[in-house]
């Protein structure tokens, strides 16, 4: 299982940008879907996931400025990041919680991309 994410990129504080990752491999069940990012000297923090039902789940601090949705059938997950602040610069990481075909069940995660927003 692999996880290709692309887009994000340098905008102003107010603009927006959309993240997309797409899962490939022996793909048996996505349960979830989700977005981390990681600020410079701070910990990883959760930013959004959806679960295989559409349940959305979003970070106070992006909370009306974001939307996490999903394509169940290009196994993609996208977020859709409007209002940027500076303080939304990071790196964003998607993961997702993978059934394979022919292994356990685990975590994956795709390599990063980086969203700069400037003031």
């Known amino acids: 299982v692999q996880l290709q994410a692309s887009g994000g990129g340098l905008v102003q504080a107010g603009g927006s940008l959309r993240v997309s990752c797409a899962a490939s491999g022996s793909i048996l069940r996505i349960n979830v879907m989700g977005w981390y990012r990681q600020a410079p000297g701070k910990q990883r923090e959760l930013v959004a996931s959806?679960?295989?039902?559409?349940?959305?789940n979003y970070a106070d601090s992006v909370k009306g400025r974001f939307t996490i949705s999903s394509d169940n059938a290009k196994n993609t997950v996208y977020l859709e990041m409007n209002s940027l602040k500076p303080e939304d610069t990071a790196v964003y990481y998607c993961?997702?919680?993978?059934?394979?075909?022919?292994?356990?069940?685990?975590?994956?995660w795709g390599q990063g991309t980086q969203v700069t927003v400037s003031s």
């Open positions: 959806i679960i295989s039902g559409g349940i959305t």
């Open positions: 993961y997702a919680d993978v059934a394979p075909w022919s292994s356990p069940r685990g975590y994956y």
